[in-house]
């Protein structure tokens, strides 16, 4: 392989992207991995009072989720943010931080790409990012 081969080149500008990844997805996941362990330890301290009484869950945990949701009062989907003060809620923000982290770092790639015309990697960064975040939405619906 010669110096100047262009797959050299294109490790090396692969090589910083990978860089500028890992770097935005170590800070977005130590942030988020900090709000999960305050607010946990928030919820256990009695700081923030859960939704759900610790004592009632071992009483819960066999239902399906309907009958959790009935009988414990959370809602499905965005109505739980309703509660975020809430212990157990609060913990569940750390969560969602930490798995946003990733379809979010390849989206902050997109305009480095643009800059450079690499219209390639700007549709593999925007279609990876959607379809983790489809992934995590549980789309599509398969029939049961």
Do not use: N
Not at 63 to 75: D, N, P, V, W
């Amino acid at each position: 392989m010669k110096p100047d081969d262009a797959s050299l080149l294109s490790a090396f500008d692969s090589a910083d992207e990978q860089r500028a990844y890992a770097r935005l997805l170590e800070i977005w996941s130590r942030v988020g991995a900090l709000l999960l362990l305050a607010a946990f330890g928030a919820s256990i301290g009695g700081w923030l009072p859960p939704t759900v009484a610790f004592e009632r869950l071992p009483a819960l945990w066999g239902h399906t989720l309907a009958q959790f949701q009935a009988q414990s009062g959370i809602r499905a989907g965005w109505g739980g943010l309703g509660r975020a003060s809430a212990g157990d809620i609060a913990s569940l923000l750390g969560i969602a931080l930490l798995v946003s982290g990733p379809p979010l770092c390849l989206l902050a790639l997109v305009p480095a790409h643009v800059r450079q015309r690499d219209w390639m990697q700007v549709a593999l960064c925007i279609a990876i990012a959607a379809l983790m975040v489809l992934a995590a939405a549980g789309l599509p619906r398969h029939p049961a």
